[in-house]
């Protein structure tokens, strides 16, 4: 009788295991990008055709190479420069939630935290710069939120730049090389 029990326990125990373990198995199955956060490593060159252009001048990077590593991305920039010409930078940025201090125009200061969005699909960059035009001294507040296409062609970068002279937004696409 405590055999039989035993027995007929077991068996349950088995078929209700037995789903369980084959939906962990098949989980491991599944690609792991499926649940993991873009790289955006790669060499990128601005389509203007996909991009939704503000008012203004075109200060962004028209190409950029990113290099992402664990818990760093750094970019080559290159923009228009004021002269007509093309002006090179670079930039590095923790992807911990601390601040990260890059060199701007006019040997401004850029404070930057950067952080993941919570599906890890979208990487996050608020930058704060403060800079002294003609005495006074003028912040700009700056918003970027990057986001992968599925088939990792395509970074698409929405901007949102705010100051005392108001807002503007833009979205920026980049076609990798």
């Known amino acids: 009788m405590n055999n ?6 077991g068996k349950r125990f088995f078929n209700i295991s037995l789903p369980l373990l084959f939906a962990f198995v098949s989980l491991g199955l599944v690609p792991g990008s499926l649940f993991a956060q873009p790289n955006f490593s790669g060499s990128w ?10 008012d ?18 750094s970019m080559d920039l290159v923009r228009p420069s004021f002269d007509g010409g093309d002006m090179k930078t670079t930039e590095k940025y923790t992807l911990d ?3 990260s201090v890059n060199t701007g125009m006019m040997d401004s200061s850029i404070k930057t935290i950067t952080t993941w969005s919570d599906d890890k699909k979208e990487l996050k960059f608020a930058k704060t710069i403060l800079f002294d035009m003609n005495g006074d001294t003028m912040e700009i507040k700056i918003s970027e939120i990057w986001s992968m296409s599925e088939d990792g062609k395509t970074l698409t970068v929405k901007s949102t730049m705010s100051s005392q002279m108001g807002e503007s937004t833009v ?5 990798k090389k």
């Open 4 to 9: 039989q029990k035993i027995s007929t326990s």
């Open 56 to 73: 203004g001048p075109m200060m962004s990077a028209t190409s950029m190479t990113v290099d992402q590593q664990e818990g760093l991305i």
């Open 45 to 54: 060159a601005f389509n203007e055709s996909k991009s939704i252009l503000g």
């Open 171 to 175: 979205t920026l696409a980049y076609d």
């Open 97 to 99: 939630g601390k601040e």
